[in-house]
């Protein structure tokens, strides 16, 4: 099971750090996405970690102001989230699918993941 946390309301300009944390099974092997859906919009790719954290991806609106980061030894997932603009607002929902040699050790859309967490809100008033 994957379990997103740290959302919450905060001001334009502000910061926050989403956690995605993973039980009942190693995390060490996944690939980790994190996804964002705004009312009425589609879920979105944010950002992308392999397995290793050697590889990361960014989706343009927030390069240079998130960071994805991991710690396997602790099974997490890091989203820090700087500079946020209220167009950052949105549920943000981890996922995870465990790497296969010889596969992409990024996915970026939705459907390349196999397992969700339940999504944290976030947001951001101006």
């Known amino acids: 099971q994957l379990q997103a946390y740290g959302g919450g309301l905060v001001q334009a300009g502000g910061s926050l750090r989403l956690s995605c944390a993973a039980s009942?099974?190693?995390?060490?092997?996944?690939?980790v996405g994190w996804f964002r859906q705004a009312p009425g919009k589609e879920r979105e790719s944010v950002a992308a970690?392999?397995?290793?954290?050697?590889?990361?991806y960014y989706t343009d609106s927030v390069k240079g102001r998130f960071t994805i980061s991991r710690d396997n030894a602790k099974n997490t997932v890091y989203l820090q989230m700087n500079s946020l603009k209220p167009e950052d607002t949105a549920v943000y929902y981890c996922?995870?699918?465990?790497?296969?040699?010889?596969?992409?050790?990024?996915?970026?859309?939705?459907?390349?993941?196999?397992?969700w967490g339940q999504g944290t809100l976030v947001t951001v008033s101006s």
């Open positions: 970690i392999s397995w290793s954290g050697g590889t990361t």
């Open positions: 996922a995870a699918t465990p790497w296969v040699a010889g596969t992409p050790l990024i996915i970026r859309h939705k459907s390349g993941y196999d397992y």
């Open positions: 009942g099974r190693t995390f060490g092997r996944y690939a």
